[in-house]
C-alpha cells in the first residue's frame, strides 16, 4: 500500500506546475490527516500547500528555483551532501538505480536518482518501516535543510521537518552542526553562482576499487556533510 503522506511530500518537493497546483487541495487534505506529523506541522503543511496552489505559478516557479536549483546548501539532490566531488558519487548513484529496480520501481522523471523527491516516491512504495529506516539515516540533512529553509523564512521548512517527524530518530547534533557551519549561497550573486557551478562534471561509472552499497548504506555516510560537490544540469537548465 501506497504511503500517501511520503508521496504527497514528494510532489511537494517537485517543481510546481498547473497539474501539482490542482493537486494541492488533495495534498493539503492528506498532511491534515497525517497523526504521525505534529500538530504545528500539520498546519504549517497546509498553509504550504495552500501557497503553492493559489499564487501566481510564475512567482512559485521562481521562488523554487531560488531556492532548490541555485543553491547548494538548499540541494534536492543527496549525493551532493554526501559524497561531494568524489568518484563515490557516481558509484553511488548507479547502485540507487539498481535498488529501485530491484523494487520494481522506473522513476518517470529527467531528474537524477538521488533528487529527493525521486527518493520519496520511491519509499512511498515501500513498507513504512523501510522508508522510516531510510529517513533516519538522513535526519541531520533534514534537519539543516529545516533550519536554513527557516533562516529564509521559506515555508518549504515545514516539509523537511515533516521529514524528519516521520523519521522517528534523533539527528546527530555534531553533523546538523558541521552542516550548518557552512555559509548559505547567495542564489542573487549570478557571477559567484557560475563560478560554483563551472566544476567537472560527475561520472556515473562505479568505482572499480569500490563496492556497491544498498540505498540505506549509503544514506548512513550522510554524517559526512561535503558542500563542494558538482550540481545536476538538469536542475541548472530548468527556467522559472
Same mark, same amino acid.
Given at each position: 500500500? /501506497?504511503?500517501?503522506? +511520503?508521496?504527497?511530500?514528494?510532489?511537494? +518537493?517537485?517543481?510546481?506546475?498547473?497539474?501539482?497546483?490542482?493537486? /494541492?487541495?488533495?495534498?493539503?487534505?492528506?498532511?491534515?490527516?497525517?497523526?504521525?506529523?505534529?500538530?504545528?506541522?500539520?498546519?504549517?503543511?497546509?498553509?504550504?500547500?495552500?501557497?503553492?496552489?493559489?499564487?501566481?505559478?510564475?512567482?512559485?516557479?521562481?521562488? #523554487?528555483?531560488? +531556492?532548490? =536549483?541555485?543553491?547548494?546548501?538548499?540541494?534536492? !539532490?543527496?549525493?551532493?551532501? @554526501?559524497?561531494?566531488?568524489?568518484?563515490?558519487?557516481?558509484?553511488?548513484?548507479?547502485?540507487?538505480?539498481?535498488?529501485?529496480?530491484?523494487?520494481?520501481?522506473?522513476?518517470?522523471?529527467?531528474?537524477? %536518482?538521488?533528487?529527493? %523527491?525521486?527518493?520519496?516516491?520511491?519509499?512511498?512504495?515501500?513498507?513504512?518501516?523501510?522508508?522510516?529506516?531510510?529517513?533516519?539515516?538522513?535526519?541531520?540533512? *533534514?534537519?539543516?535543510?529545516?533550519?536554513?529553509?527557516?533562516?529564509?523564512?521559506?515555508? #518549504?521548512?515545514?516539509?523537511?521537518?515533516?521529514?524528519?517527524?516521520?523519521?522517528?530518530?534523533?539527528? =546527530?547534533?555534531?553533523?546538523?552542526?558541521? /552542516?550548518?557551519?557552512?555559509?548559505?549561497?547567495?542564489?542573487?550573486? *549570478?557571477?559567484?553562482?557560475?563560478?560554483?557551478?563551472?566544476?567537472?562534471? @560527475?561520472?556515473?561509472?562505479?568505482?572499480? !576499487?569500490?563496492?556497491?552499497?544498498?540505498?540505506? =548504506?549509503?544514506?548512513?555516510? /550522510?554524517?559526512?556533510?561535503?558542500? !563542494?560537490?558538482? %550540481?545536476?544540469?538538469?536542475? *541548472?537548465?530548468?527556467?522559472?
Amino acid at each position: 500500500m /501506497m504511503d500517501r503522506t +511520503l508521496k504527497a511530500l514528494s510532489l511537494t +518537493l517537485s517543481y510546481p506546475s498547473v497539474e501539482l497546483q490542482d493537486a /494541492m487541495p488533495e495534498i493539503g487534505a492528506i498532511f491534515g490527516a497525517d497523526p504521525r506529523i505534529a500538530p504545528d506541522t500539520r498546519a504549517a503543511l497546509q498553509k504550504l500547500a495552500d501557497d503553492i496552489g493559489q499564487s501566481d505559478l510564475f512567482d512559485v516557479q521562481e521562488s #523554487y528555483v531560488m +531556492l532548490f =536549483d541555485r543553491s547548494r546548501t538548499l540541494s534536492l !539532490n543527496l549525493f551532493e551532501h @554526501v559524497h561531494g566531488e568524489s568518484r563515490d558519487r557516481g558509484g553511488a548513484m548507479v547502485s540507487l538505480i539498481e535498488t529501485y529496480r530491484e523494487g520494481g520501481f522506473e522513476p518517470a522523471t529527467t531528474e537524477l %536518482p538521488d533528487h529527493l %523527491p525521486v527518493l520519496l516516491e520511491f519509499l512511498s512504495t515501500r513498507p513504512f518501516a523501510e522508508a522510516q529506516e531510510t529517513l533516519a539515516d538522513a535526519a541531520h540533512i *533534514l534537519d539543516a535543510l529545516t533550519t536554513r529553509l527557516a533562516r529564509r523564512e521559506s515555508g #518549504y521548512g515545514a516539509a523537511f521537518a515533516a521529514l524528519s517527524q516521520l523519521a522517528g530518530a534523533q539527528s =546527530d547534533a555534531d553533523a546538523v552542526a558541521g /552542516m550548518l557551519a557552512q555559509p548559505d549561497d547567495d542564489p542573487t550573486d *549570478l557571477e559567484a553562482l557560475d563560478a560554483v557551478w563551472e566544476e567537472t562534471e @560527475v561520472t556515473f561509472g562505479p568505482d572499480p !576499487n569500490a563496492g556497491c552499497p544498498q540505498v540505506r =548504506d549509503m544514506l548512513a555516510c /550522510m554524517d559526512k556533510p561535503a558542500f !563542494n560537490a558538482t %550540481p545536476a544540469p538538469t536542475n *541548472l537548465n530548468r527556467s522559472a
